[in-house]
């Protein structure tokens, strides 16, 4: 039963660029979650999402980052015109119910490098 | 605003070793805590979780505590072993919170020299 599979590994673009991280849940898990890490940093929230829904991004920065999570395929996070201070290392979730005390599985993140 | 902090933020011990790492919250107001791991390059594995309502969670050498009133919780790691080595988090689920909203604290990398 493969976990939660994120890719790429490893992402390096230029300032001004898109990066378009990608998010495959554990199987049979509807709910995802996506963290940020910056250096010296502890883990941040970002966006909690659903199938086709977005349920809490109180954490998404308001410009240039987006979420979707479609019917079919991963959810992907999307971050426009790249910035320095965008290089981390993003952290995505999931679990399969919608019931609070439920723990999430972790994949194993996708590091971007702004040049 | 919820604070998590973790202390200390490194710790080196000897094999065989009990240990004790804390996690400290500023609001009480939580639905569980969780302890993680984490090990270099890669994403986090639960450990524990503890529910507002439960005091303390055990699994195999690992022992997690809960005091909300107070804030805190403790991870207690029994007869540390070189394969321990990893970095702790622990992180909280805040009342009114979306399940998925984790506020974490920094961590405290621990190294288990053999």
């Known amino acids: 039963n493969a976990g939660v599979m994120q890719n790429p590994r490893h992402l390096v673009r230029r300032r001004g660029q898109e990066a378009r991280l990608r998010c495959s849940p554990m199987?049979?898990?509807?709910?995802v979650y996506w963290y940020r890490q910056l250096p010296e940093e502890g883990l941040k929230f970002m966006v909690y999402?659903?199938?086709?829904?977005?349920?809490?991004e109180s954490g998404m920065p308001k410009e240039r980052f987006s979420a979707e999570f479609p019917k079919e395929g991963p959810s992907i996070l999307r971050i426009q015109q790249v910035v320095r201070g965008d290089s981390a290392a993003y952290f995505c979730a999931s679990s399969p119910l919608q019931e609070i005390n439920q723990p999430q599985h972790f994949g194993d993140g996708t590091r971007l490098s702004i040049l | 605003k919820q604070e998590v902090t973790q202390i200390p933020a490194a710790l080196s011990v000897p094999e065989g070793e009990n240990l004790v790492l804390n996690c400290s919250f500023t609001?009480?107001?939580?639905?569980?805590l969780q302890w993680f791991r984490q090990d270099p390059g890669k994403g986090l594995t639960s450990l524990l979780l503890?529910?507002?309502?439960?005091r303390e969670q055990t699994s195999g050498r690992l022992n997690a505590s809960l005091d909300k009133s107070s804030g805190r919780s403790t991870l207690y790691i029994a007869a540390s072993q070189p394969g321990d080595s990893a970095t702790y988090l622990c992180?909280?689920?805040?009342?009114?919170?979306?399940?998925?909203?984790?506020?974490f604290g920094k961590g405290t990398k621990l190294s288990v020299k053999p």
């Open positions: 199987k049979g898990h509807s709910h």
């Open positions: 609001d009480s107001a939580i639905y569980n």
């Open positions: 999402l659903q199938k086709e829904n977005i349920i809490d």
């Open positions: 503890i529910q507002s309502s439960q």
């Open positions: 992180a909280v689920t805040n009342y009114g919170g979306s399940q998925g909203n984790l506020i």
